[in-house]
């Protein structure tokens, strides 16, 4: 009981430092931003985004492998077994390498060609593109080697870490602001230059940490098939998931785009900057989970995993929908308030996108059991492929006439079906889960999202859309959500202690 509470402890402290993390990333990013524009002018801040995007396209594999990593690490750390965690991060590191030089040559063979003769660059401004090709080549070169670094602090769960160089990278990036201003030189390049400096500062920060403080993350030669083949089959099988989802999403664009124009490739492009931003909320808290939850399958406490599962599925989706809720409810006012000119059915395609990364966010949750397995073909399998197939479904669904919005509630149907599908796998991977209490938790926290979501709509149509509004609906949406929350959601165990802890707090 005592070691539950102290995990549970941990992962709340986790949670609140990557929630510190987040808010200085996006204020200050927000900031940072509009003066870049204002310094650089349209015109070079366009090709830093376009020519800096060619090198990000080509990154892609390293997303997938970064998930191996850290699940493997995780695990290791799990079972106690410091000799295997040792060789586990020294194969990571060596597949990060032979990645990082792919990348390499693909970003100075097909890359480089492609910025020459297929980018639509401004004449006179060929050069500064190269400089900020060539300095993103090595920046993302040094964020590929860099994840198994990233990998073991997470699995450590020093996410206090990650907070404290945010306020590093952020000083540092507003310290590139202020030496753009009063710089005499090209500014394009000297922003290139400026933020590849940053990314090498804060590499080396992270390597001196883990050397200092994690004996695995020394780095020793290890050409094993016995750790190798399984990070490759995992990233291999976690690429197609990935790919299919960000294929998918591609290609209903292309879709929606020969069926209905640009106007409507616009209004998605916003609804999903908006869905993404509330989406935070929750991944900031799933990475405070995964740790644990794998550990703990690690060391064969199955029903400690199935518990710490469920109480994120509960915590998780709670603090996804206090905020995604207020967003559903008042969607048009804030665009109002964000855009000049809000993109027709850009509302309705943000308030579907809630619902869907609703469930997306769930499947997640569950895909860390089956991660924690280390079994990811037909989790993968599934998910990939249906993404895959979203667009041909929404090709069909636009032929016979119905609306653009049809895409999206695709999409939120697939999401909705892969948490059903993801707990069978579950099962089928790890007998011991008691698949009938991940439903039953489940439909707890829908039910919980939907009544919530129920009782407040008639409020919001007794009032007139306004800041007010805004402010009444988000501070009622916390209170009802939380109530409900702790009466549906919560023993009465975890209820009373969870008011016992607010009353010490209040000193009540």
């Not at 402890?9 to 929630?19: G, H, S």
């Not at 160089?165 to 030189?185: A, P, Q, R, S, W």
């Not at 869907?356 to 998910?383: C, L, P, Q, T, W």
């Not at 926290?445 to 007139?464: C, G, H, K, N, Y």
Request: aromatic residues 12%; proline residues 2%.
């Amino acid at each position: 009981m005592q070691d539950t509470t102290s995990n549970n402890k941990r992962i709340a402290k986790n949670t609140i430092m990557l929630y510190i993390r987040m808010f200085i990333s996006m204020v200050v990013g927000l900031y940072t931003s509009r003066v870049v524009l204002a310094t650089l002018g349209v015109e070079d801040y366009g090709i830093y985004g376009v020519v800096g995007g060619v090198v990000a396209m080509m990154g892609f594999l390293n997303a997938s492998m970064s998930g191996a990593t850290s699940r493997f690490l995780t695990f290791e750390l799990g079972r106690g077994d410091k000799d295997r965690l040792a060789k586990t991060f020294s194969s990571a590191l060596i597949v990060h390498i032979a990645i990082a030089i792919i990348v390499f040559i693909l970003a100075e063979t097909v890359g480089l060609w492609f910025l020459c003769n297929k980018l639509n660059i401004p004449e006179g401004r060929m050069e500064a593109a190269h400089w900020v090709y060539q300095f993103s080549i090595l920046a993302t070169m040094l964020s590929i080697t860099q994840v198994p670094y990233n990998a073991t602090i997470i699995a450590h769960e020093k996410m206090d870490v990650y907070a404290y160089m945010e306020i590093l990278n952020v000083t540092l990036k507003l310290l590139i602001v202020y030496l753009l201003t009063i710089g005499d030189f090209d500014k394009l390049k000297l922003y290139a230059v400026l933020t590849f400096a940053v990314s090498l500062i804060i590499m080396m920060i992270y390597r001196i940490y883990c050397l200092r403080h994690f004996k695995e993350s020394r780095f020793h030669w290890v050409w094993d098939k016995t750790y190798l083949i399984p990070l490759l089959s995992f990233s291999g099988w976690n690429l197609y998931g990935n790919f299919g989802g960000i294929a998918g999403n591609q290609a209903n664009n292309f879709v929606i785009n020969s069926f209905f124009g640009v106007v409507m490739n616009a209004a998605a492009s916003v609804a999903f900057t908006v869905s993404g931003i509330v989406t935070q909320f929750s991944s900031n808290a799933m990475t405070a989970f995964r740790p644990q939850i794998i550990k703990k399958y690690a060391s064969g406490d199955i029903q400690g995993m199935q518990s710490l599962t469920f109480l994120a599925l509960k915590a998780i989706m709670m603090l996804y929908t206090l905020i995604a809720i207020p967003v559903f409810l008042e969607c048009d006012y804030i665009l109002s308030l964000w855009l000049v000119e809000v993109p027709q059915m850009a509302a309705i395609f943000c308030k579907i996108l809630l619902i869907s990364i609703f469930f997306e966010s769930m499947r997640y949750i569950i895909i860390i059991d089956i991660h924690a397995s280390g079994n990811v073909k037909k989790v993968s399998a599934y998910s990939g492929t249906l993404f895959c197939i979203s667009p041909i479904i929404s090709y069909f669904l636009f032929k016979i006439g119905l609306p653009v919005a049809s895409t999206f509630i695709t999409i939120a149907t697939i999401n909705a079906t892969l948490v059903l599908i993801n707990v069978l796998i579950a099962k089928y991977y790890i007998p011991q889960i008691e698949q009938s209490k991940y439903f039953t938790t489940i439909g707890l926290v829908t039910f919980t999202s939907a009544i919530s979501l129920l009782i407040l709509l008639p409020l919001q149509q007794m009032l007139p859309s306004s800041f007010l509004r805004l402010c009444i609906m988000t501070c009622a949406s916390l209170f009802l959500q939380l109530i409900i929350f702790a009466y549906v959601c919560l023993t009465a165990n975890q209820r009373e202690s969870t008011f016992g802890f607010i009353r010490n707090k209040l000193h009540i």
